[in-house]
């Protein structure tokens, strides 16, 4: 049931005529009650309006309803897009008979169209009255672009469940924080320790994570807590590592979800960097693989070069010894002891085919390590982003 698994939380996806083919383009997310909330946001200078206003209304640490409309991104709209933001949220609020400022907007699209706001008002009512606390899916799959697939997921804890859904398919290199990410849970959480485990836990996921090196104006990634199951995750509780165990394991499955729908992907990259500095460093330095357009190209074309992991290894900033680096290439060893060594690379290339491909790399420089998600590169990513607006 995606974002409505956990109690308190009812959901709806419908087609209010955003978009030009139809498919569903509004989606309403709303807590019974006013929930716990965290998001983290992009990074990007030029933050499209809903990212602004989100900010604002989440001072409080609290809201009512997430609105999500998709076929315009009402990013690089100035003013005018502001006032649509507001608008947006003026309306869900007052059907939901709620303050503007207990709701929070997203939006995902093309940059630069206006959001069509008369199909949207118009079309709150109706997502309003198809409410359903098994409405996630509907939600789900009314927030996509240029996604295949709709991505969900359900983690079943201990008396409670993290619920979730995400879009996105390009434009993805997350620095926070178009990709956009909404989870649920029904544990019991004061807003303060909500941030906090939502920056520490849920932000470093989706900062590892990146589909073509392009940080969206439009990254968000929201967190709700409703306390509906009457687990209370107190500071040093059980009940809190436990959740932050299941918003971690959620995280992480939407992640690979991302890359597994990534626009012209055929093969997910798992890059697992251990021997690293600090946590950071081994993040900078699986990024720095997984986004390198010399091993994307690589592995699509099954191309089992390890010169193009050493390069990306030693250009990523993050402290190593080189002659103590070793990586290994879907399984098979390729550098040891910060040098290219022989290996069956008939075997690596025909492993370069599987569609998860795991690259792991020691950077011999400490004990910290961390996980990273790309996908490969390939035609058709070429040929979505050259038609995406025509």
């Not at 001072?59 to 649509?84: F, H, I, L, Y």
């Not at 099954?302 to 399984?331: C, H, K, T, Y």
């Not at 040891?336 to 569609?355: H, P, Q």
């Amino acid at each position: 049931m995606s974002v409505t698994a956990a109690r308190g939380f009812r959901a709806s996806g419908i087609s209010a005529g955003l978009k030009e083919s139809g498919r569903p383009d509004l989606g309403l997310l709303v807590a019974d009650a006013p929930a716990a909330a965290a998001g983290l946001f992009t990074t990007n200078a030029f933050p499209a309006a809903p990212v602004v206003l989100s900010r604002l209304h989440l001072a409080g640490g609290a809201c009512r309803a997430v609105v999500v409309n998709s076929g315009q991104a009402n990013a690089g709209t100035g003013e005018p897009g502001m006032a649509d933001a507001r608008a947006t949220a003026a309306a869900a609020g007052e059907l939901l008979g709620t303050g503007p400022g207990q709701v929070l907007v997203c939006s995902t699209g093309v940059i630069g169209p206006r959001v069509k706001m008369g199909e949207l008002v118009a079309g709150l009512p109706v997502a309003v009255e198809a409410l359903d606390d098994g409405g996630g899916p509907g939600f789900a799959r009314a927030i996509l672009t240029t996604d295949r697939e709709p991505k969900e997921v359900v983690v079943h804890a201990d008396g409670f469940v993290v619920g979730g859904c995400a879009k996105g398919a390009g434009m993805i290199a997350p620095d926070l924080a178009t990709m956009l990410v909404f989870l649920t849970t029904d544990a019991a959480i004061d807003p303060p320790l909500l941030d906090e485990v939502t920056r520490a836990i849920v932000g470093p996921v989706f900062n590892g994570l990146t589909v073509d090196g392009c940080t969206s104006t439009n990254d968000t990634v929201l967190v709700l807590a409703s306390g509906g199951s009457g687990v209370e995750a107190a500071p040093g509780s059980r009940a809190l590592a436990v959740l932050e165990a299941a918003l971690g394991e959620a995280a992480e499955e939407l992640a690979r979800q991302i890359v597994a729908d990534a626009e012209g992907a055929t093969s997910t990259l798992v890059v697992h960097v251990s021997g690293a500095a600090s946590a950071d460093e081994a993040r900078a330095a699986g990024k720095a693989v997984a986004g390198s357009l010399l091993v994307k190209t690589a592995v699509f074309g099954g191309d089992p070069n390890p010169g193009r992991l050493l390069q990306a290894v030693g250009a990523s900033g993050a402290s190593l010894d080189p002659m103590e680096v070793s990586i290994s290439l879907a399984g098979h060893r390729v550098i040891e002891a910060g040098r290219v060594v022989a290996f069956d690379e008939a075997a690596c290339a025909e492993a370069l085919k599987e569609r998860e491909v795991v690259i792991r790399a020691d950077l011999g420089a400490g004990d910290a390590e961390a996980t990273c998600f790309g996908c490969d590169l390939g035609y058709e990513y070429v040929r979505i982003n050259a038609e995406y607006t025509t």
